[in-house]
């Protein structure tokens, strides 16, 4: 009896385990690690990146926000970056998005009006881009699926990064302190 139950209780845990890591799907339920839609073959040279030479290597403060279509904190902060982008339009901000699925990441940019997703454009660097924001080596393989997370970047650093929701207070606050 002490043998069936340790074989169906190792069967459950290979079956867990497969499914957490490779992931499947039952019409819009989604159940484990998805395969990545957006990413395309990588490129770990981000200087010759569009996020460089728009975010990197112009000199000028950016404020990059990492989020997804489906995160309600994410889509709850956006009006707040469209008021900081209208306040500060010397700095530079851009979204990149964590989804996996170009249709829904599509949809999410079109729903939400947001014009400075960044991700499509450089879907070949986001691995690097990610790996940047987090300073770590650019073919890293490490990844965390935590959004929102908020970054600032100038002359190419990451001065200071906030992980969760934003308010206007708070961001306002740390770009007047980084001028």
């Not at 497969?18 to 998805?34: D, P, T």
């Not at 982008?85 to 010397?90: A, H, I, L, R, S």
């Not at 990844?143 to 650093?157: A, H, L, N, R, S």
């Amino acid at each position: 009896m002490k043998k069936k139950i340790l074989i169906a209780a190792s069967v459950i845990l290979i079956i867990l385990f497969v499914v957490y890591n490779v992931g499947f799907q039952f019409g819009n339920i989604k159940i484990g690690k998805q395969y990545d839609e957006i990413q395309t073959s990588q490129k770990y040279d981000l200087e010759n990146s569009e996020f460089s030479k728009d975010y990197l290597q112009n000199g000028q403060m950016s404020i990059v926000n990492l989020w997804a279509s489906w995160c309600k904190p994410c889509v709850e902060e956006l009006p707040i970056f469209e008021k900081l982008k209208q306040d500060f339009p010397e700095y530079k901000f851009a979204m990149l998005s964590i989804d996996k699925n170009e249709e829904d990441l599509k949809n999410g940019i079109k729903k939400f009006k947001i014009s400075n997703d960044v991700t499509l454009q450089n879907k070949s660097y986001r691995k690097a881009i990610r790996n940047f924001l987090e300073k770590r080596d650019p073919k890293s393989l490490t990844y965390t699926e935590i959004v929102p997370v908020t970054y600032f970047i100038k002359d190419g650093k990451v001065l200071r990064k906030i992980e969760g929701s934003i308010d206007y207070k708070e961001v306002s606050s740390i770009i007047k302190s980084l001028k």
